[in-house]
């Protein structure tokens, strides 16, 4: 009996063992010993395996929407957020470390940065994005915020993309 809990008693001489079930091997108990199964355990499985599916069909749903969701950032209209992910690496992979963003890609920058919990505090004192490695993660490349005194600071573009989509 693996992994079956499983119970054995004696009374003046008479051995009971008990065990518990489930799956097939509950159902066929039930159909074998009356119709309680039949009238009572059954509809509820039935009825819970419905909400179930009810529940898995809205989150599948829901996911749908998001995924069908816009964004306008810096005038341009990404069709969805995977679009938005995907700008984002698209700057971090073309550019090179210490190459500032200019153009649209700032643009971008700016705006999916306002998306940051700590926006006023990352943009203090602004001059500049920049791109380069990760300063306490070897082999990890960020944006950072380049400000007018020329201290850097990084700051999260996974953040500000599950912040815009939360918006949505």
């Known amino acids: ?39 009572c355990i059954k509809p509820k499985m039935r009825n819970a395996k419905k909400v179930a599916t009810q529940i898995r069909q809205k989150k599948s749903k829901e996911k749908a929407e998001k995924a069908k969701a816009q964004y306008e950032i810096a005038g341009v209209i990404y069709a969805d957020i995977n679009k938005v992910k995907s700008k984002a690496r698209a700057i971090l992979n073309l550019k ?3 190459e500032k963003l200019t153009g649209n890609d700032e643009e971008f920058m700016k705006q999916l940065i306002k998306q940051h919990e700590k926006h006023g505090l990352k943009m203090k004192d602004f001059d500049a994005f920049e791109v380069g490695q990760h300063p306490e993660h070897e082999k990890t490349r960020c944006f950072f915020v380049v400000r007018k005194d020329g201290s ?17």
């Open 1 to 39: 009996m693996d992994g079956i809990l499983a119970l054995k008693l004696e009374h003046e001489g008479v051995e009971f063992t008990f065990r518990q079930l489930d799956g097939e091997d509950l159902e066929k108990f039930w159909g074998d010993h009356g119709g309680h199964y039949q009238y």
């Open 96 to 98: 090179k470390d210490g």
């Open 152 to 168: 850097k600071e990084d700051f999260s573009v996974s953040k500000c993309i599950r912040n815009l989509e939360a918006a949505t």
